[in-house]
């Protein structure tokens, strides 16, 4: 991944973790997302924590412990940005998706 690219995904980190410890965890989640309005939520599918506990495993890979590292956070979006040709692509995508 370029360095233009990871500029954007650490840009989403640190949006993620709200209390700027160097690492995400549910609670930082908790703070930034709302799940009460999640489809499965609304409809009794599932509670706001397991919608929270849904979204960290995207990321927590490397050692599931509840806590995402950047790395791990990295190589997600390593995997995402083989998809996408250019850099302004990728950035726009990072702006919409984490409204940065």
């Not at 995904?9 to 973790?17: E, G, I, N, S, T």
């Not at 930082?28 to 009794?44: K, L, N, W």
Request: aromatic share 12%; glycine share 4%.
């Amino acid at each position: 991944m370029s360095d233009a690219r990871k500029v954007w995904v650490r840009a989403a980190y640190d949006k993620l973790d709200v209390n700027k410890d160097g690492r995400v965890t549910l609670q930082d989640i908790a703070q930034i997302y709302d799940a009460s309005e999640h489809p499965d939520v609304r409809e009794g599918r599932k509670t706001p924590n397991e919608v929270f506990q849904d979204f960290m495993m995207q990321w927590d890979t490397q050692v599931a412990d509840g806590i995402v590292t950047f790395e791990e956070f990295c190589d997600y979006y390593e995997g995402v940005s083989c998809s996408i040709d250019r850099d302004d692509y990728f950035a726009l995508m990072m702006k919409n998706a984490w409204k940065l």
